[in-house]
């Protein structure tokens, strides 16, 4: 942990750039998020990227602002008019990876690498095994094998004056210099790449990448060479005032992610930085990272546990086996465990990379099967851990990898135990790059999709294993983050979340009306299957639960979630190897759903019969993300009502300005409390975590002397117990003024049913007598 920089957000606003919403727009609208409290825009990735990239981090050109963007002129205009309003800049930064293009001269760099090989000066900016496919590149893009695509494969001029390319359809590649005139075969074995058949990806790709996705390729940037080279621009403009701080994309990916941190802290004296670590079960962020803390999933699983009813949700599961015809369903834990297992099998998608660590084991003395390494990578329980050869292990990754090594010589290894070596240090490195790749698709890729008793449990971060949290591990939790990570992010949606914030807290109600559920669930499927429109119980499930947490919505946007959600759970269909038949019948039973009077209505009917609790359960998450430490970071759009499903649902275009919700809506509301919230933030700073005695329906806390939260949790079950009856919320001294309802003057003993009369949470302000 470090000492907060000088330039400390109090809350953030993230905003997806993307054609059609470039830095022009973002600047329009400034003036409207600095009314609504938030202190710094949050851009998603800035740099040139991909034409036509919706997200920036198909990164091509560390040297350019993205043009589509608008260009270095429009993110500085974009950042003058945040700064008269009051607002700084954070961007996000992508040191993991860059795009590998078709059209490979859009990235010089490797363009360069496939044209010189081993001999290019960008060489070191790719992680490389070059002692794997005789000293070349592989490239997985043909249709087909080799052999059956040399008759599309064409060698001629691509520019004027400039020498011959080869081309593969719209891929364009360079040639290899003296090698133009050969004969085709002969000059395909000359090049610095080998040209393959795109399916050779999993098991014969030589250089890291991004997951499993073979066009982002991993850079070095453990090179200071080429930390220098793909930062200068976004240190430069931070040194200029232009930004203000870094949210770092996918640190697990880097071979030293504590190193990195800490040179990005020099050049940049202290910047504020958020980091996109995942952690798991009770895993701590590293204390030695130089870093405000993480961008925050961990703080959303806490706000969603505390919300959610544990007993309800276990009871679901028993709702899900049941619907399944089954006596019960495996574990989550198993699943994950299934999910890991098949991405490191021999033909798994990560199979390449378990192989490149037998490469590197095999230039050690140790003799280490490769199902050694892949079952330790199967087994190990969070995304990675983060040696420093030559520097002692932490006892927390030491004690996971003791019990994960499926033998002593892969523990010895990982653990340093057979010296210092080239080998013997990659070894350790790239099985904690490969253990988050393995953590990261086949957990939230796969055992995600697999196993969903309660979908709003599947998130990024969360741990569907152990649903609920009980108000006391809240507090705890609370109270720990002020003491060690006080300026760290916290966050309900992002443009990674599976499903928004308010279709999680639709779909929470569930786990307090698991007979109720159990009924819909039953009815939905009968009017489906009578339409000719039945599906599997398993993509039924899948199918109404998803439906239900953005109702309304159309078709297309329903069958696009669950077509994505069935191709990654690849138990029927996947990406790359798609069952046509089965997804026909998915789509058809998708698009149908809002098209059927009886079942849209009877779908309608049950939100409108889980509103008010939804209510509840989105004021009070606002009120915990807005209120509790750390920095609250909001995803555009969300100060509204927002049930938006899996990317690209999540991604699409928000357009500012629009109408005034009207008085006592749940948009108003949500508004309301928003805009308090995050104005208080901004004019005073909030002091410790302490809770207050409460109830099991009521969370209640102070932030230093003068703010106090309240907040309903599981309001059914408050319903159901007769609501807050004559229970009071005891103040501390002084006078309060409830900031969402103006009702001041309270002191002493208030009771709930009439500070929670207007809404289900308050936020008090001591205020002079």
């Given at each position: 942990m470090t000492a907060a920089p000088a330039h400390t957000p109090t809350a953030t606003y993230r905003l997806q750039l993307q054609p059609g919403f470039g830095f022009a727009e973002a600047a329009a609208a400034v003036p409207y998020l600095a009314r609504l409290g938030v202190s710094h825009l949050h851009l998603s990735p800035v740099l040139q990227a991909m034409p036509g990239s919706t997200h920036g981090y198909d990164v091509v050109d560390h040297s350019r602002i993205s043009e589509e963007l608008g260009g270095e002129d429009g993110l500085r205009a974009l950042s003058a008019t945040a700064r008269t309003h009051g607002l700084g800049l954070i961007v996000d930064t992508v040191p993991n990876h860059m795009a590998a293009p078709g059209q490979a001269r859009l990235n010089h760099a490797w363009w360069e690498l496939l044209r010189e090989g081993q001999e290019s000066p960008y060489a070191a900016w790719f992680d490389v095994d070059w002692a794997a496919q005789d000293g070349r590149v592989l490239l997985p893009v043909l249709g087909d094998r080799l052999e059956a695509e040399l008759p599309r494969l064409r060698v001629g001029p691509d520019r004027p004056g400039e020498p011959p390319v080869l081309r593969y359809y719209d891929q364009v590649l360079p040639l290899r210099p003296g090698t133009e005139e050969l004969p085709l075969t002969e000059l395909l074995d000359r090049q610095w790449y080998r040209l393959a058949w795109w399916r050779l990806a999993r098991t014969e790709l030589n250089y890291r990448r991004f997951f499993?996705?073979?066009?982002?390729?991993?850079?070095?940037v453990e090179d200071e060479r080429v930390f220098a080279a793909t930062h200068e621009l976004l240190l430069r403009l931070h040194r200029e005032g232009v930004l203000h701080g870094f949210r770092v994309d996918h640190p697990d990916g880097l071979a030293d992610p504590r190193d990195y941190l800490r040179r990005l802290a020099e050049r940049t004296g202290g910047a504020y930085v958020a980091v996109e670590k995942i952690l798991t079960?009770?895993?701590r962020l590293p204390a030695d990272w130089a870093c405000a803390g993480t961008t925050g999933y961990d703080a959303l699983r806490r706000i969603d546990g505390v919300l959610t009813d544990r007993v309800g949700a276990l009871t679901l599961a028993e709702v899900y086996a049941d619907h399944l015809g089954r006596a019960s369903v495996p574990d989550a834990d198993?699943?994950?465990?299934e999910g890991r297992t098949e991405m490191v099998a021999p033909q798994g998608e990560l199979a390449a990379e378990v192989d490149r660590l037998v490469r590197v084991a095999a230039r050690t003395p140790a003799e280490v099967p490769r199902a050694d390494i892949a079952d330790t990578l199967a087994a190990y329980p969070v995304y990675r851990p983060y040696p420093v050869p030559g520097e002692p292990d932490d006892p927390a990754d030491t004690e996971r990898l003791t019990a994960a090594a499926a033998s002593a010589e892969v523990l010895d290894l990982a653990l340093g135990r057979r010296g210092r070596g080239p080998a013997e240090d990659e070894f350790r490195v790239r099985l904690a790059q490969t253990a988050s790749a393995v953590a990261a698709k086949?957990?939230?890729?796969?055992?995600?999709?697999?196993?969903?008793?309660?979908?709003?449990?599947n998130e990024?971060?969360?741990d569907p294993a152990s649903p609920g949290l009980e108000p006391a591990e809240f507090h705890d939790y609370c109270e720990r983050m002020q003491r060690d990570w006080p300026a760290a992010m916290t966050v309900l949606s992002t443009h990674d979340t599976k499903r928004s914030a308010d279709a999680r807290a639709r779909l929470a109600v569930l786990a307090e009306l698991p007979g109720l559920w159990r009924t819909e669930l039953a009815a939905w499927t009968e009017l489906a299957a009578a339409a000719g429109h039945g599906l599997d119980p398993h993509t039924g499930y899948l199918l109404w639960q998803t439906a239900l947490a953005a109702w309304p919505l159309d078709g297309e946007r329903l069958s696009a979630a669950v077509l994505k959600s069935v191709r990654e759970a690849k138990l029927r269909t996947t990406w790359t190897e798609p069952d046509s038949d089965y997804e026909q019948s998915v789509e058809r039973a998708a698009r149908a759903v809002p098209d059927h009077p009886e079942l849209a209505a009877r779908i309608s009917a049950l939100v409108d019969r889980l509103a008010p609790y939804e209510r509840v359960n989105t004021l009070s998450g606002t009120l915990l993300h807005l209120t509790m430490p750390g920095v609250p970071d909001l995803y555009q759009g969300s100060e509204f009502p927002l049930h938006t499903l899996v990317d690209p649902d999540n991604r699409r275009i928000v357009r500012f300005g629009g109408t005034?919700?009207?008085?006592?809506?749940?948009?108003?509301e949500k508004l309301r409390l928003t805009t308090a919230a995050l104005r208080l933030r901004r004019d005073r700073p909030l002091g410790d975590h302490t809770a207050l005695p409460g109830d099991p329906h009521l969370l209640a806390y102070r932030r230093g002397p003068d703010v106090l939260a309240v907040a309903t949790r599981l309001p059914y079950g408050l319903e159901r117990r007769g609501g807050w009856q004559d229970r009071t919320l005891p103040l501390p001294d002084g006078h309060w003024t409830d900031t969402l309802t103006d009702r001041g003057g309270l002191t002493g003993e208030v009771p709930l049913a009439e500070l929670l009369s207007e809404l289900p949470v308050a936020l008090l302000l001591r205020t002079p007598a």
């Open positions: 499993t996705v073979s066009g982002l390729v991993g850079l070095r079960g009770d895993e198993t699943v994950a465990r086949g957990v939230e890729d796969t055992a995600f999709y697999r196993r969903y008793p309660l979908l709003s449990l990024v971060g969360g005034t919700p009207g008085p006592g809506s749940p948009a108003a």
